[in-house]
């Protein structure tokens, strides 16, 4: 499977725990996304990077959520201090930037469910 | 005011209707768009491209309208496994951020 791959698919967690997720984009993209998306609402845009710069984070995001892409490959979301209201799906997408339009689609991994309780 | 505002529906059609959706967007500098569909629980797929000279692909057909800002799709002869929900994806001019809508829900009754 060449497709964007998210782990854990699904994560049950207390609140006040810390939890992380990973994403493997596809091979050789350089662009990666978050985003966050709840029952009746399309994803929200948390933040992405471009090879392993991050190029812009939401305001939305709380200072509890952290994501790194160390080495322009795999991404990791960090949650700390896990609250009821964090309880969603998030996605990872990626997508190979070339500046021009044809190749910018981006591919959505099957996302990583969230409960918090 | 949302910078990508759609109608959540849901749209209930009966098989082999026609249905369309239409899709409004703040941001005049955006340069691509994109429709994509989402079944309950899953991850959202890419469904096709809107381009500025309308596109069209089987039984469905995109069209942009840069000047009213909106997109739209439109779904001919609807079958049941067109149930789902539509996003509308804008992509912002300079960073390339995909903004999504909220989704417009589409429920094809037999």
């Known amino acids: 499977d060449t497709g964007v791959s998210q782990d854990p698919r699904h994560k049950i967690t207390k609140r006040g725990q810390n939890v992380t997720f990973r994403c493997d984009p596809i091979?050789?993209?350089?662009?990666l996304y978050w985003y966050r998306q709840t029952l009746g609402q399309g994803p929200e845009f948390l933040t992405y990077?471009?090879?392993?710069?991050?190029?812009?984070k939401s305001r939305l995001l709380s200072d509890r959520f952290s994501a790194e892409r160390p080495k322009g490959s795999f991404s990791t979301l960090e949650i700390q201090r896990t609250e009821q209201g964090d309880s969603a799906m998030y996605l990872c997408?990626?997508?190979?930037?070339?500046?021009?339009?044809?190749?910018?689609?981006?591919?959505f991994g099957e996302g990583s469910w969230l409960t918090v309780v | 005011r949302k910078e990508v505002e759609q109608d959540p529906g849901p749209f209930n059609v009966p098989e082999g209707a026609t249905v369309a959706f239409n899709c409004t967007y703040s941001n005049s500098a955006s340069q691509s768009f994109f429709w994509y569909r989402q079944d309950c629980r899953k991850e959202p797929k890419l469904l096709m491209s809107?381009?500025?000279s309308g596109n069209e692909d089987g039984r469905f057909t995109a069209q942009l309208n840069r000047a009213s800002q909106y997109i739209s799709l439109l779904i001919r002869d609807s079958k049941l496994s067109d149930s789902a929900t539509y996003l509308c994806?804008?992509?912002?001019?300079?960073?390339?951020?995909?903004?999504f809508g909220t989704g417009t829900r589409l429920k094809v009754l037999a």
């Open positions: 997408a990626s997508s190979s930037y070339t500046g021009t339009k044809e190749r910018n689609t981006i591919y």
């Open positions: 994806v804008v992509v912002t001019s300079g960073t390339y951020k995909y903004i």
């Open positions: 990077f471009q090879n392993e710069a991050q190029l812009e």
């Open positions: 091979s050789e993209h350089n662009r």
């Open positions: 809107v381009y500025s």
